[in-house]
C-alpha cells in the first residue's frame, strides 16, 4: 500500500515570504512519481509540481521548487515570493506503477498582506 | 466551451433521490475519470474509463454508476446515497489511460450533499 501524508493541516505565511509545505510518502514501489496540487476555493486541482524518484535535481517551475529527500522519503513544496493568490489547499499525492494515485489529506495555506 | 466541464455545480439530494452528475471533456482525451474528495478522507480515484470501457474500479458502492457513452462525456448516477457521500466530485480526463497524474485535466468538480 501507498500513503502520503502531509502532517500540516494549516500554515499561514506574510506576502514575498518564502513557505515550505511537508509531504512524507511510503511506498515499496522502486519507480514513484512525486506531484503537487493547488487548488482553490473553486474547485479544480490545478497540476503545480512533478518529481520522479530517479530524478537527479530537484524540480522547480517558477516560484515552486520540490525539495525532494529520497532517504527520508519527504517531498517538500517550496513557494518562494508568496502572492496573495497563493492562498488555497495544496496536495501532495503519489503514482506508481498501478496507474492509482494516493492523495494527502491537504495543506490550507493562508497569505497574509 | 474548453476544458474539463462538470455540471451541476452544487446538488442537494435526499437519500431516497435518484440524480446523475455530469461531465464533459473538449480536449479530444480518450480517458476519464471519477474522483472524491470528502471532508474526511483524501482524495481518491473511484473509476476510470479507457475508450468509453471501464478500466478501473477501485471498491466503489454499487450506489454510484458510472456510464461513458462516448469519449467526450462521463456521467455519475446517484441513487439510495447516504449522508457519508457528501463531497465534492472531481472529473478529470487524459489523452489516454496510461498518461501520468499530471496529464490529468480536472473539472471544477460537483459538490454534493446528500440530506
Known amino acids: 500500500a501507498q500513503k502520503i501524508t502531509q502532517t500540516q493541516p494549516g500554515m499561514f505565511v506574510q506576502e514575498k515570504e518564502a513557505v515550505t509545505l511537508d509531504c512524507t510518502y511510503d511506498?515499496?514501489?522502486?519507480?514513484?512519481?512525486l506531484f503537487w496540487y493547488k487548488q482553490p476555493s473553486s474547485g479544480e486541482m490545478i497540476f503545480l509540481i512533478y518529481q520522479g524518484s530517479y530524478d537527479q535535481q530537484n524540480a522547480t517551475e517558477g516560484r515552486y521548487s520540490l525539495n525532494f529527500q529520497k532517504a527520508r522519503k519527504s517531498a517538500n513544496l517550496v513557494i518562494s515570493a508568496s502572492q496573495l493568490g497563493d492562498s488555497a489547499m495544496y496536495f501532495c499525492?503519489?503514482?506508481?506503477?498501478?496507474?492509482?494515485?494516493?492523495f494527502g489529506r491537504g495543506t490550507s495555506l493562508i497569505v497574509h498582506p | 466551451e474548453t476544458g474539463v466541464t462538470q455540471t451541476p455545480r452544487h446538488l442537494v439530494m435526499g437519500m431516497t433521490n435518484k440524480k446523475s452528475l455530469k461531465c464533459e471533456q473538449h480536449?479530444?482525451?480518450?480517458?476519464m475519470y471519477w474522483y472524491k474528495q470528502s471532508a474526511k478522507k483524501p482524495l481518491e480515484l473511484m473509476f476510470v474509463?479507457?475508450?468509453?470501457?471501464?478500466?478501473e474500479n477501485n471498491s466503489v458502492p454499487s450506489r454510484f454508476s458510472p456510464e461513458c457513452p462516448n469519449s467526450s462525456h462521463l456521467f455519475l448516477h446517484l441513487h439510495t446515497l447516504q449522508p457519508e457521500d457528501s463531497a465534492l466530485y472531481l472529473c478529470?480526463?487524459?489523452?489516454?489511460?496510461?498518461?501520468?497524474?499530471?496529464?490529468?485535466?480536472f473539472g471544477p468538480g460537483t459538490r454534493l450533499t446528500v440530506t
Open positions: 499525492a503519489g503514482l506508481g506503477g498501478s496507474y492509482i494515485p494516493t
Open positions: 480536449l479530444g482525451h480518450n480517458a
Open positions: 474509463y479507457s475508450l468509453e470501457e471501464r478500466v
Open positions: 478529470a480526463s487524459s489523452h489516454d489511460r496510461g498518461a501520468t497524474l499530471y496529464e490529468q485535466y
Open positions: 511506498t515499496s514501489d522502486p519507480s514513484y512519481g
